[in-house]
Every structure is written in C-alpha cells, then in structure tokens.
C-alpha cells in the first residue's frame, strides 16, 4: 500500500516542537491516507461566531486512544493544544480572538494495534 505525506510543511512545524510524545518514547510514524480516512473525521472550516453551529474545532477520532491536538499558526507558532478529546479549540490563543486563515493542526493517536500515530490537516477559521 502506498503511503503519503498529509502535509508537507507540517513535518517542519513539528520538528520546531521539541517536546516528546507523552505516553511512551515511541516515535509517531506516517500511515496510509486510506489508514486516516477510516480512523478520523474532520470538518476543512469552522466558524467561531457563537451562534451554536461550528463554532469549535478538533477531529474526531474513530478508533483508537486520543493522546493528543495542537493546532499551529501559518508561521508555524504553537496556537492551541490539549490531551483530552473534549477540549475543542475555539478559535482563540490564551483567551484573544485569532484571525481569519487557515491553521495547520496534527493529532496524536494509538491505534487498535497498539501503534503511536501522527496525522495532521489544515482548518480554515472563518469569521
């Protein structure tokens, strides 16, 4: 099976990021994009306007053990990030308003077979 990168410049703003994965010292590898298909899901947009529709973001994971999202700035400066799957981000950076634009986000999992995994997208914040 043939696999892919998500994201080329995601791999630079993750070598920017110097701390270690969190519940073992194993390394996230690169899996399928079919693999990320069937074990995620993920809205492209969202729109943090409080209206009660979109207005927070994460992927959801299908199977496996969440461990943990960052979400990045197209500079590739650390935005938000959380260990717990019911953290969604809101569109802010401690507490102020981030602007229109898309954002590079990555999601740390184990899969059913016990394998540390890395895969990221992008999200365009609309306001």
Do not use: H
Request: glycine share 6%.
């Amino acid at each position: 099976m043939k696999t892919y990168t998500l994201i080329p410049l995601l791999l630079f703003f993750l070598a920017c990021n110097t701390t270690k994965p969190t519940t073992s010292s194993a390394q996230p590898k690169n899996i399928s994009k079919d693999a990320v298909l069937d074990q995620i899901e993920c809205e492209n947009a969202f729109t943090p306007n409080n209206d009660g529709q979109n207005d927070s973001f994460i992927p959801v994971l299908k199977k496996g053990e969440f461990v943990e999202f960052k979400v990045y700035s197209r500079w590739g400066n650390l935005v938000y990030s959380t260990l717990s799957p019911s953290q969604k981000w809101d569109g802010k950076e401690k507490g102020k308003l981030c602007p229109n634009g898309v954002y590079t986000w990555s999601l740390e999992f184990i899969n059913e077979t016990n394998e540390r995994l890395l895969v990221g997208g992008q999200v365009t914040l609309i306001r």
